[in-house]
């Protein structure tokens, strides 16, 4: 078998993904949720996953994170088999989940303190982060005081704090309001440049994968696997401009019709 160690460096490539596959018994019948998922993260990437409900995108993700076993495969960041949850990974899941009773602040600190840090330089961390994502001044303030998109910006600075190397994201804004929903994906795009980190992003909204990744992962259903892997073309500063722009649609359009396609099969089988 051929040593790839040194080829995914020169690459940059930080994740190798091989035959991933999940399957689930339930009331004693067998679900074939992913089968044989081949991908490569690179580092630094902004990647996305679409597809249709029911095609493994979140049970991708949570195999990746470690908080699901996976059935047959193997996950590797950076040479190193991936079989539980880690601080090199940043989960930000699709509710905030933040702890009612603490300030701004201390969730931000949580990881920190759980990893065993020191109060004081677990604070110093994490007042970085919350100027990162915008909420310097709202450090004492309580998840009850905040908007929504205030709140999910906490649940990025908290998966932040722990200075992940890939950052996994899980729908986080659906919850959110079309304008909210906006404003926020800006904001992600500027915190990915400024962190610097790789980032891994299910959605259900085409454009919203279009508009923030350089590559899109489109997946199809039952059982889950990738149909395609669509590569974005697009200024480097991804200006609002760019959603108006021929490249933008060509490539909206590309994805929802091999989405729908399934779609169609689904309608003509039944």
């Known amino acids: 078998m051929k040593n790839n ?25 067998r679900l074939q949720a992913l089968l044989e998922i081949d991908l490569d993260v690179v580092e630094g990437e902004f990647l996305c996953l679409v597809g249709p409900s029911g095609c493994g ?29 880690s601080a090199d990974r940043g989960f930000v899941f699709q509710q905030d989940n933040l702890y009612p ?28 982060m919350l100027k990162l994502v915008g909420l ?17 910006r906490v649940n990025l600075a908290r998966a932040l704090t722990i ?20 404003a926020m994906q800006t904001e992600l795009l500027r915190i990915w440049r400024e962190a610097g980190k790789t980032v891994m992003f299910v959605t259900h909204q085409i454009d919203e994968a279009v508009y923030l990744a350089n590559r899109v992962v489109v997946m199809a ?20 401009d760019a959603k108006r722009s021929q490249e933008f649609h060509q490539a909206v359009d590309e994805i929802r019709d091999i989405i729908e396609s399934h779609d169609r099969e689904d309608i003509m089988a039944n």
């Not at 993904?17 to 399957?23: A, Q």
């Not at 993700?61 to 539980?84: C, D, F, M, N, W």
């Open 5 to 29: 160690k040194m080829n995914v460096l020169d690459n940059n490539v930080m994740m190798e993904i091989r035959g991933l596959s999940k399957e689930f018994s339930r009331n004693g019948e």
């Open 57 to 85: 995108k979140t049970t991708f993700l949570r195999i990746v994170q470690g908080l699901i076993e996976k059935s047959a495969g193997s996950i590797e960041l950076y040479g190193k088999p991936i079989t539980q949850p």
């Open 101 to 128: 009773w603490r300030t701004v602040i201390a969730n931000a600190r949580l990881g920190l303190e759980l990893a065993g840090m020191g109060t004081d330089q677990a604070n110093a961390r994490a007042n970085e």
């Open 136 to 152: 310097e001044g709202f450090e004492q303030s309580y998840p009850r005081e905040l908007s929504g998109g205030m709140r999910q």
């Open 163 to 182: 200075d992940p190397k890939v950052l996994l994201m899980d729908e986080p804004f659906a919850a959110l309001d079309a304008i909210t929903r906006e």
């Open 221 to 240: 259903p039952r059982p889950g696997r990738i149909e395609k892997i669509v590569t974005i073309t697009k200024t480097t500063d991804r200006s609002e």
